[in-house]
């Protein structure tokens, strides 16, 4: 967990998890700081790489066994450390569980980052939840942030059996080259939603689009008008988004808890971003 000092408020802190940054090097946060039980897990994948993750399931372990299991597959800068803040929003809002992992190369993780170790390291978490004895029945999600997104279109189109993807999908990160475009269009019943920044000024919101339009299953594109690369998870109405789209695509109903205020905390930071 990083040694954040008592006197840096919870904003500061939630942006600089969320947007990649650290405020002390080679540290990767807990998931119990922000209220969920997990197992902290090392994954070893078929080429011998060690893998650190986190499994957080819902309890008790029969509620687990009944909700949806998110794979969550972060974005190129940080780990999975950093998304934390947005994996708590489905952990608690949603009630879903939620595996995540960082992939070689980053945080903990062994290896150095390239793209066919990415694509061994989705597929290793979504084996070992298959694989898990209360997990292994639950409903599969994956979600991917920028990078994230391209590693979860080529998941899904090698495992369509599997999941009900949504993607919040930055194409073409410059360090990897993902044949999304390809991949995309072997996906055939799983529907998938496009949630895109209109201000993303690192990837173009009309690579998205392109992928949208290359989809041939069903499909939902949602723009954020206001979304730039790192805060359209901020967005009012991304999580009624992905809840509707849950509920009407993939048939899955989320309870609300109306003492949870995740979300509500997400839009006073958004907001104090906005005045500073």
């Given at each position: 967990m990083f040694p954040y000092p008592d006197s840096i408020p919870w904003f500061i802190q939630f942006l600089a998890n969320t947007c990649g940054l650290a405020l002390c090097s080679g540290a990767v946060e807990k998931p119990s700081?922000?209220?969920?039980?997990?197992?902290?897990?090392?994954?070893?994948?078929?080429?011998?790489?060690?893998l650190k993750a986190y499994i957080c399931k819902q309890v008790p372990d029969e509620v687990a066994r009944n909700s949806p299991t998110l794979l969550f597959y972060h974005a190129n800068a940080g780990n999975m450390g950093h998304r934390l803040p947005i994996a708590q929003v489905f952990y608690k809002r949603f009630k879903w569980n939620v595996a995540m992992l960082s992939y070689r190369g980053y945080g903990l993780s062994e290896g150095s980052p390239n793209e066919e170790g990415m694509r061994i390291d989705a597929q290793t978490m979504l084996d070992y939840v298959k694989n898990d004895d209360i997990l292994k029945d639950t409903r599969i999600i994956a979600f991917g942030q920028s990078i994230g997104g391209a590693v979860a279109i080529d998941l899904v189109s090698r495992n369509e059996d599997k999941a009900c993807p949504r993607t919040d999908h930055r194409e073409h990160i410059p360090e990897y080259f993902w044949s999304s475009e390809t991949a995309i269009t072997k996906i055939k019943y799983v529907p998938i939603l496009f949630l895109s920044g209109s201000r993303d000024g690192l990837v173009p919101p009309q690579h998205m689009k392109t992928l949208y339009e290359l989809a041939q299953t069903r499909k939902r594109w949602r723009p954020?008008?206001?979304?730039?690369?790192?805060?359209?998870?901020?967005?009012?109405?991304?999580?009624?988004?992905?809840?509707?789209?849950?509920?009407?695509?993939?048939?899955?109903?989320?309870?609300?808890?109306?003492?949870?205020?995740?979300?509500?905390?997400?839009?006073?930071?958004?907001?104090?971003?906005?005045?500073?």
């Open positions: 700081k922000y209220g969920m039980e997990y197992d902290d897990i090392t994954l070893k994948t078929v080429d011998n790489v060690r954020f008008l206001r979304g730039e690369h790192n805060d359209t998870a901020f967005q009012p109405g991304y999580y009624d988004t992905i809840e509707d789209f849950a509920e009407t695509f993939c048939n899955i109903i989320i309870e609300r808890d109306e003492k949870e205020n995740v979300v509500e905390k997400i839009a006073r930071m958004k907001e104090f971003i906005e005045m500073t």
